[in-house]
């Protein structure tokens, strides 16, 4: 028998311990102090004579100075791309093309460690979910779309799919790298050239990028990147020669493209925001629900459109889900987002931090219930303690608009259709959730949920295989799998 | 004594009913007093589109193909009054467009679904869904089989739909409502409206329940129809007036992934 007092000595000392810093090193990758812009293969300076510091969300460092393209930087890339459409790029077979694909998937798992350092340096996010998650996905989304593209008419049988032209593509600060690959890995599949514009706070991974495209000879002019914030966005838009508009971000934004590109008959596909319903029913396994709980909304500080952002809790388990996930929340550890021990990093700009204390302060106002684990949080930075907000009516802002931080909302239901109307209740459809033991149940759950992905038992999981994109104001469009070509094709029928 | 012959009024179609324009407003349109259906009229028929909807996908996919092939059957019997508001030849392609769209009802999650090998233990697979309550401005020409080559590819995928009819020929819009009330379609799936698109289309375009639009028939506003569109990022499609395809049903389709568990 353990004596009392020992035991609870021994527990005093055990609550102390605490995990030893374990930091990636950040000397694997080289950040220069400045970036042009990379056009037709090579790094040219900005005619718009702009540059803007990116700099290190968690410490609030500036990392390098990175150009802002002007209305003549776009005109020239788009140039530089229509070039390589024409002369290489839809001219080489396609088996040629699917082997430069197949070189730039293998060196971005040989380079990845570099990548994903620079990805949580730049970006904020954990270096476990970078190294885990980020750069392993973009690395096999570009082999996957790597084997399809000389097996296109196996895709599409009888409708003779070719390339629309060049690609303007314009994605957002959460997942850098991963979302470069979401685009471009297909477009490039399908024969397209590319202007790709990364977020105006993460543009560092994309311009290392360009040295993977170096290193793969990939002829100059396919791939374009070009930095700046949201007015270079709205000149790739509204740029006549580009043939098709790929955008993922805010449900704002996607609305003010599909408007400028009313009557233009350019493509476009839309990855817009979300506000997605995470349903755990009475039988579900609890812990490992919780586990997805925490996955679904603190995964990558809730910066995620696809996070689930409201639980729906069964009532007769209600208590339990709550006890057992503020438990699990006070073993979050937030803060330097290079150590290898740290689950939830830097919030990714003081605009996003603005954004999500005061949509926290409005859950406050309207009458929530704020749990907020104790947290020490670094002294400088942009920073948000993991939180929990109950007792939420469904009016409510934290119930309605898009957080887009580690911010959830719980709400109750009784019976699985006020679940489906509470989970459907909202102009987003792009993902949700259901933790349940029954089979069954997943799939009639699944049928009624009006969300372009449905994880069961899971959450905030994607595969380059797997078809990802959203209903009603989410947008439109698929990426992942074989739907994600086709918004890269035209089609003679 | 030669027989007086008993004349048909000519109504909107909207909830499996034929009712007058709430308004009261009526035209000479192709030598008929034609309702003028209002922007209330419009919004009527949205609402009861979209309770109509859950009901026809809830069908199974079997059941819609037979009820899309009663349309053919219905339309074969009326032969001569759908031919009266457009050409014998018309109708007979339309009717055998009727029973090629009938044939996908039940075809469509094979041909667009897919199941996918994702890296984990998971049985990951996509399947179509109907997109919503579907605008559509259907062509003024061919009046009767622009308008079967509109509605029948965005139902067959399980949507409803609020028709404008063509503006100059509304007569072979308002037969075809006759064909669809005697086949079985559920009251509410389509609903047809007739008058001056000018008036109803932005309504149409703007109308936040509507989640598709077809602008088929849409000619000189058709961009300012799109960025009202945009409002709640409505997916706008630029139909065929005249196509058979299986691509003028997927655009009226949302693709939806589920990832069910794997384990003993």
Redesign the interface.
């Known amino acids: 028998m353990v004596p009392a007092e020992k035991h609870g000595r021994t527990a005093a000392v055990v609550s102390k311990w605490d995990y030893a810093p374990a930091p990636e090193a950040k000397d694997i990758v080289k950040i220069q102090d400045r970036y042009g812009l990379f056009i037709g293969g090579k790094f040219v300076e900005p005619l718009s004579k702009q540059h803007y510091t990116t700099i290190d969300p968690a410490h609030e460092e500036p990392l390098a100075e990175v150009a802002q393209a002007g209305k003549a930087d776009v005109a020239k890339a788009v140039r530089a791309a229509r070039e390589a459409y024409a002369t290489t790029w839809s001219k080489l077979r396609p088996s040629e093309r699917a082997k430069y694909l197949y070189r730039i998937a293998r060196i971005l798992q040989e380079r990845a460690r570099e990548f994903a350092v620079l990805e949580s340096r730049n970006g904020g996010k954990p270096i476990r979910e970078s190294r885990d998650v980020d750069l392993p996905l973009a690395a ?1 989304h570009f082999f996957y779309y790597a084997g399809w593209a000389d097996k296109l008419e196996y895709a599409f049988p009888n ?1 003779k799919p070719r390339p629309i032209g060049v690609a303007g593509q314009i994605i957002p600060w959460n997942f850098p790298m991963l979302m470069l690959a979401w685009k471009i890995a297909p477009a490039l599949a399908a024969g397209n050239t590319v202007v790709l514009k990364p977020a105006e706070t993460t543009p560092l991974t994309a311009l290392l990028f360009c040295d993977v495209l170096r290193q793969a000879e990939l002829p100059p002019g396919v791939v374009n990147i070009v930095t700046g914030d949201g007015r270079t966005g709205a000149e790739i838009v509204a740029h006549p020669d580009v043939n098709k508009i790929a955008f993922t971000g805010s ?1 704002e934004v ?3 493209i ?2 400028a ?3 233009t008959g350019k493509r476009l596909t ?1 990855e ?1 925001g979300g506000k997605a319903a995470n349903v755990v029913f009475d039988d579900a396994p609890l812990d490992q629900a919780v586990e997805g709980i925490v996955n679904g909304i603190y995964f990558n500080q809730g910066h995620v459109c696809c996070a689930g952002s409201r639980l729906f809790v069964q009532e007769s388990i209600y208590d339990a889900i709550i006890s057992k996930l503020k438990r699990r929340m006070s073993t979050l550890r937030v803060g330097d987002p290079l150590d290898k021990n740290t689950d939830v990093g830097a919030i990714n700009s003081k605009m996003q931090l603005d954004k999500i204390t005061s949509l926290v302060q409005s859950g406050i106002d309207e009458g929530a219930e704020i749990y907020q684990p104790p947290c020490k949080l670094p002294e400088r930075g942009y920073w948000f303690v993991p939180t929990v907000f109950t007792n939420v009516a469904q009016s409510y802002r934290i119930a309605q608009e898009e957080i887009f931080g580690p911010v959830l909302s719980v709400l109750t239901f009784r019976t699985p259709d006020e679940a489906v109307e509470k989970a459907n209740n909202t ?1 987003y459809g792009l993902s949700a959730g259901v933790w349940t033991e029954k ?1 069954s149940r ?2 009639a759950m ?1 049928q009624r949920l009006k ?8 959450y905030n ?1 994607f ?1 380059p ?5 959203g ?6 469009g ?1 990426e992942g ?3 994600g070509l086709e918004p890269y094709l035209a ?1 003679d ?1 | 004594m030669t027989r007086l012959a008993v004349r048909k009024t000519y109504k909107l179609y909207i909830g499996g009913a034929f009712p007058r324009s709430e308004s009261g407003r009526t035209l000479v349109v192709e030598g008929a007093n034609i309702a003028r259906a209002s922007r209330k009229d419009l919004r009527d028929a949205v609402r009861i589109a979209r309770q109509a909807g859950a009901g026809w996908w809830g069908m199974t996919a079997y059941n819609r193909g037979q009820v899309l092939y009663r349309i053919a059957e219905m339309m074969e019997d009326r032969h001569a009054a759908l031919s009266a508001a457009s050409s014998e030849a018309e109708v007979s392609r339309a009717i055998d467009r009727v029973v090629w769209y009938a044939g996908w009802a039940d075809k469509l999650a094979q041909t667009v679904g897919s199941s996918n090998p994702v890296a984990g233990p998971y049985f990951n697979f996509t399947v179509p869904e109907p997109t919503g309550v579907v605008g559509i401005i259907a062509p003024q020409k061919p009046a009767l089989l622009g308008l079967v080559s509109r509605v029948l590819p965005v139902i067959v995928g399980g949507n409803a739909v609020v028709v404008i009819a063509s503006e100059t020929h509304p007569l072979a819009a308002i037969e075809l409502a006759e064909c669809l009330a005697t086949a079985d379609v559920p009251g509410g799936v389509v609903n047809i409206l007739t008058g001056q698109r000018a008036e109803l289309a932005p309504v149409l375009a703007s109308h936040m329940d509507v989640a598709a639009l077809d602008l088929a028939g849409a000619d000189g506003d058709a961009a300012e129809l799109e960025r009202l569109g945009a409002e709640n990022v409505k997916r706008v499609v630029h139909g065929h007036p005249d196509r058979q395809s299986l691509y003028e049903i997927t655009p009226f389709l949302e693709l939806k992934t589920v990832w069910h568990p794997v384990g003993m």
């Not at chain 1, 969300?451 to 899971?458: I, L, Q």
């Not at chain 1, 209903?471 to 439109?476: A, C, D, N, V």
């Open positions: 096999a409708r449900t996607g609305k003010a599909q408007r590109l009313a009557g839309l817009l102009p089979g997943i799939l699944a969300a372009g992905v449905v994880w069961a038992n899971t999981r595969d295989t797997s078809p990802f994109g209903y009603k104001e989410s947008g439109f698929r799998g074989l739907h089609f029928e």
